[in-house]
Every structure is written in C-alpha cells, then in structure tokens.
C-alpha cells in the first residue's frame, strides 16, 4: 500500500515516515500543502495523513480540492490537542478520520489498516481467499492455519491483491501502490514477487489474466 504523509514538522516528519515504512507502507512524503495537493492530485495513494497546519496552502483547502476533484482515497487527519474547530472544519472537507497531537504510531497505523481495509469493503482485520489467511494487524500469511515466511516486499504484493479479491489488479498498478516515488520500478519485478508468491503458498489462489494482470480467485475445488 502506498501512502502520502503532509506534515511540515522535520521532527514529527521524520518519526511518521520511519514508522509508516516500518509498517510496510510505501511512503511519499510532502511539508507543505502546494507539494502535497499536487502530489495528491497526481499520483495513486491508497490514503493520505495529513495535517492541518501547513504552509503555503492550508490542510483544510487542500482536502477540499482533493475532493472537488474527485479524490477518494481515505484522509486521516492530524489535529491540535484543542483543536476541535480544526477537526470538525477536516472532517467536513472530507477526511475519514482523526488523530489528536500528541499521538502514539500505534494508533495511527492501526486507523490507516482500518481505513484502508474499509476504503476497499473489508470490515475484519483478517482477509481470508481459501485456504489463505492474512492478518493486516501482524502482516502475517496463514495456509491452512500455518505461518508461511514472506518478505516484506512479497507481502505487500499479496496483501494489495488480497485486498483487491475477485477483481484485475495491473502490474502498473500494483508497481504505483508498492514502491514509493523515489523507488527504481520495474514491472519484471512484479512477475518475480508473484511467482515467489506462488510457490510459497502453494495454493493457486494468484491468477495470471493474459494481458491485464493478476487477480485473486478461491482455488476451485474450496470454492463449492
Ligand atoms: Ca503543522
């Protein structure tokens, strides 16, 4: 999953960018509101951290043009203590949520994995195709009720497709919402995390759609 954080503290930045990444995101990173509107405007982001206080141009105003356009991914909001005003003003610009300043990472990741998993039709932290489970609460993959080892990068892919079931995901796409920006992205790469994927599993749950991508079906005989 691929996230855009605006927060122009450097401190609080720098704290929120290591712990996204820590938890698997691919993060792209903007400290005012000009940079972070066109970023957003632009780019595939599967949700957006965005404080309020920013220079140039104001959280609230870039919210509101995010959603003029027609952007929908999910907003999590960052607000002052005593802020009320301030959350009341995002949240009817369009955010999904808030987190009040001083906060603890845990509770932010944990409202992006609900955000996420919502903006997507998943109500449980745990998303099961088959025989295959994976918890987005410990990034962990089930087969049958084993643990099986992924590396972080096979387990971003999975977990993209997984949240995706039923539907074509593009290795375009998938290349937009696993690396960040700044990432070397080469869509061979994607064939090679698939097919490690697949072995690791050993469960055909990935299927190849000649020409369009892969898509995330109940292997046959468990689907009856
Ligand atoms: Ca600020």
Redesign the pocket.
């Known amino acids: 999953m691929r996230l855009l954080l605006v927060e122009?503290?450097p401190q609080l930045a720098g704290q929120l960018l290591g712990g996204l990444k820590d938890g698997g995101y691919a993060v792209d990173h903007a400290d005012n509101g000009e940079d972070a509107l066109h970023l957003g405007s632009t780019e595939s982001y599967d949700a957006v951290v965005l404080?309020l206080?920013?220079p140039v141009i104001d959280g609230v105003t870039v919210l509101e043009k995010w959603r003029d356009e027609g952007r929908d991914f999910p907003v999590l909001i960052l607000t002052a203590r005593d802020g009320w005003s301030e959350k009341v003003a995002g949240l009817d610009a369009g955010a999904d949520d808030y987190v009040t300043k001083p906060f603890k990472l845990e509770e932010v990741l944990a409202r992006l994995r609900a955000l996420i998993r919502r903006s997507k039709g998943h109500s449980q932290s745990e998303l099961h195709c088959g025989p295959v489970m994976l918890d987005t609460k410990t990034s962990r993959v089930f087969v049958d009720g084993a643990q099986v080892r992924l590396t972080a990068q096979e387990f971003k892919l999975l977990s993209y497709l997984m949240h995706h079931a039923e539907e074509v995901v593009s290795r375009t796409e998938l290349t937009e919402h696993i690396y960040d920006q700044d990432f070397d992205r080469d869509s061979n790469t994607i064939e090679v995390f698939v097919n490690r994927i697949r072995k690791k599993l050993n469960v055909p749950i990935i299927q190849t759609v000649r020409g369009l991508g892969y898509r995330i079906e109940e292997p046959a005989e468990t689907a009856g």
Do not use: A, R, V
């Open positions: 122009d503290e404080d206080g920013l």
